[in-house]
């Protein structure tokens, strides 16, 4: 059975650095696509960065350039680098897989597709 469990918010002041955790278990990183989603209050979940068990990579266009999704299959974790943040990634973070083996940045606007969420992480930019 797969759980993800997530780690890593907190507050920090925009231009601030963070780096989200996710502790994967029950997946061998083999045939599926890692991402992380966030979610506002009131709003949609949207994704924000995936990795397939290749390492390609794809970002939403408003992070990328500062965010850094990477994952370490020897310790079954995947992160998040987020630097530059900016009061507008305030939001509730969430570790996710899908069982695809491909990411597409389509998948950020359906949070559906999903098989498997973390608990979330609060992140929370000050400026």
């Known amino acids: 059975q797969v759980e993800l469990v997530d780690s890593g918010g907190g507050s920090v002041l925009a231009g601030g650095s963070l780096r989200l955790s996710c502790e994967v278990s029950g997946y061998n990183f083999d045939y599926g696509c890692m991402y992380w989603f966030r979610q506002v209050e009131g709003k949609e979940r949207e994704g924000v960065a995936g990795?397939?068990?290749?390492?390609?990579?794809v970002y939403a266009y408003d992070v990328e350039g500062r965010f850094t999704i990477s994952q370490d299959v020897v310790k079954n974790r995947v992160y998040l680098q987020m630097n530059n943040l900016k009061p507008e990634d305030t939001a509730m973070y969430y570790c996710a897989l899908r069982l695809h083996y491909l990411c597409y940045r389509t998948t950020f606007a359906h949070p559906e597709v999903i098989n498997k969420w973390g608990q979330g992480t609060q992140v929370s930019v000050s400026s």
């Open positions: 990795i397939d068990n290749d390492g390609d990579v």
